[in-house]
């Protein structure tokens, strides 16, 4: 999984509150389209043979490296919401969902349930988010769906496990018809009492189980019935931060190595990181510092790490780190507008899927050059405007960062190989800004264009609403406006 919030627990229960790092809700809705993958939001990515699984606000499978896709929702047995966690093994596959509900107390995240598949994902079952009786007695129970959704799931050859933040870490050997509450600590289940009963992250490693909480890394042998916990505080070489956000496996040519995602939990001496253990978990390395880590995927020894800084890549097994430059479009220009990147898939008979805020990006060759999908809603078909801004509104302090300015998209289509020139203009049509001139597009489709927000002399234009026009060659000229809001 790996796009995640941070939590703050209501003292009253688990009718908690949640808040995201950068101020936004962890699903963000995507606009209608025609073809592509459903949202621009790639909260996860898993690769099953030929096929590539993104988790977005649905789950959306490519067999073709991204020329089709198919999109499954609650009709293909998919929970309600969008998908917040994916796990593989062999043909089984499990997805979780997310949605967000409205109660008198406010707005708040609720776990959609989990669905699997036994057939590489051809057929899905869906069974509820787990919740606990009120009778329940032996520990604190978690009666509602409400914060209760699944961050993360592990697969091992007889049980699923789940991590969630008010449900805790469950395991089911049943195919998800009961679950059993697992604690790390031999303490009754509390989430309001125990942070190591918050769990983000789950992971297993082929014989051993890893959970990862606001409380450390922890780690069983024995199917849960004892654990060991790795921590900020317990270890002369420990993990950054006791809030591990991620866990990963990676066999290597030198034996295996566990990766951690490890933030700051309630500890000023903590800081967030990259941690990670060639010895099991009795020694800990860090890299990345003051790095908020949200995935990893491997190819062989190289590592790679999605985060909320970029995307990287270690070749030597986390000594040396290189970030990805501007990921754009070797075909149609289309860049990704962020630096905000929650999930990742490598292989060598797959290459190199990365997922952010703002679509998905596939590379054959190591990231040389790149395949950009993004949902939209294509224009000038039907009732369909020919042209749109998104985001409408648009702020440049907030939307699709890069390189410290924003950026809005003014979406159009063109019917054959045509030169497109693209102005903006102020209320009282005075030329602001020549987007695009002349620019050749080399077939028919569609095509958007990017705007900063900024001037010809580089000034970030003031609040208020702003025309722009879309010149096709042997077409005309069609007109949208933007409201820029600061």
């Avoid at 919740?131 to 509602?144: E, F, K, M, N």
């Avoid at 991590?163 to 790390?184: E, P």
Wanted: net charge negative; with cysteine.
């Amino acid at each position: 999984m790996k796009r995640l919030l941070y939590i703050i627990i209501a003292a009253a229960g688990l009718s908690a509150s949640l808040a995201a790092e950068d101020g936004k809700t962890l699903f963000i809705p995507a606009p209608d389209q025609i073809t592509g993958i459903s949202g621009n939001a790639i909260n996860d990515i898993a690769v099953s043979g030929p096929r590539i699984w993104i988790g977005t606000n649905a789950l959306c499978m490519t067999e073709d490296n991204g020329m089709s896709w198919h999109i499954y929702s609650e009709e293909d047995g998919i929970g309600r919401g969008s998908v917040s966690a994916i796990a593989r093994k062999g043909d089984t596959l499990w997805v979780a969902t997310a949605f967000d509900t409205t109660t008198s107390l406010g707005t708040y995240d609720a776990g959609g349930g989990l669905s699997y598949s036994l057939d590489g994902g051809d057929t899905w079952t869906w069974v509820p988010q787990p919740v606990d009786s009120q009778d329940v007695t032996g520990y604190s129970p978690t009666t509602t769906v409400i914060n209760n959704l699944t961050y993360d799931i592990a697969l091992t050859d007889s049980t699923v496990w789940i991590a969630s933040f008010a449900g805790g870490l469950r395991k089911s050997g049943d195919m998800g018809k009961t679950w059993q509450v697992v604690t790390v600590d031999g303490n009754p289940f509390s989430a309001v009492s125990y942070y190591a009963h918050r769990l983000f992250s789950v992971m297993y490693d082929g014989s051993a189980i890893w959970a990862g909480s606001a409380g450390g890394v922890h780690k069983s042998l024995d199917g849960g019935k004892t654990w060991v916990t790795f921590s900020h505080q317990n270890q002369d070489q420990p993990v950054s931060g006791n809030f591990v956000v991620a866990l990963a496996h990676q066999n290597t040519s030198r034996g295996p190595v566990v990766w951690a995602a490890t933030v700051e939990a309630v500890d000023m001496g903590e800081y967030r990181a990259v941690s990670y253990t060639k010895d099991g978990g009795l020694s800990w390395d860090v890299c990345l510092n003051s790095t908020f880590a949200h995935n990893f995927a491997f190819s062989g020894d190289d590592v790679y790490v999605a985060t909320s800084s970029g995307l990287f890549k270690s070749v030597d097994l986390g000594g040396r780190w290189a970030a990805f430059p501007f990921i754009r479009d070797r075909d149609t220009g289309e860049g990704v507008y962020s630096t905000e990147f929650y999930s990742v898939g490598a292989g060598p008979e797959t290459g190199l899927w990365a997922g952010s805020g703002d679509g998905a990006a596939y590379s054959r060759d190591n990231g040389i050059s790149w395949k950009v999908f993004r949902a939209f809603k294509s224009t000038g078909l039907g009732s369909q405007p020919e042209t749109y801004a998104f985001p409408n509104p648009f702020s440049p302090y907030r939307h699709n960062q890069q390189d410290g300015d924003g950026h809005v998209r003014f979406q159009y289509n063109v019917s054959a190989p045509s030169a497109v020139t693209v102005k903006v203009y102020d209320y009282g049509m005075n030329l602001v800004r020549t987007v695009a001139d002349e620019i050749y597009r080399p077939g028919a489709g569609d095509y958007a264009e990017v705007w900063n927000g900024r001037n010809e002399l580089g000034d970030v234009v003031a609040n208020g609403v702003y025309f722009y026009s879309v010149y096709i060659e042997g077409t005309g000229t069609v007109w949208g406006k933007v409201l820029v809001v600061d």
